[in-house]
């Protein structure tokens, strides 16, 4: 469910000094991302961590 509602994110990233390639090795998603620079990667990085986190706490509750 996480990988799927990533997708789009990664699709459709606003921009181009930097690419995500996302794969799913059994229950553990692998990013793999390229940047320009430091900043950009950073906010990526910062940017998945709080998806995942709350598509995680998001589940835990529904379920």
Same mark, same amino acid.
């Given at each position: 469910?996480?990988?799927?509602?990533?997708?789009?994110?990664?699709?459709?990233?606003?921009?181009?000094?930097?690419?995500?390639?996302?794969?799913?090795?059994?229950?553990?998603?692998?990013?793999?991302?390229?940047?320009?620079? $430091?900043?950009?990667?950073?906010?990526?990085?910062?940017?998945?961590?709080?998806? $995942?986190?709350?598509?995680?706490?998001?589940?835990?509750?529904?379920?």
């Amino acid at each position: 469910i996480i990988y799927n509602s990533i997708l789009p994110e990664i699709e459709f990233a606003p921009t181009n000094r930097s690419k995500i390639e996302a794969r799913l090795e059994g229950k553990d998603i692998i990013l793999t991302v390229y940047a320009l620079d $430091f900043i950009i990667l950073r906010a990526i990085v910062n940017s998945y961590l709080k998806w $995942f986190t709350l598509s995680s706490k998001i589940l835990k509750k529904i379920e």
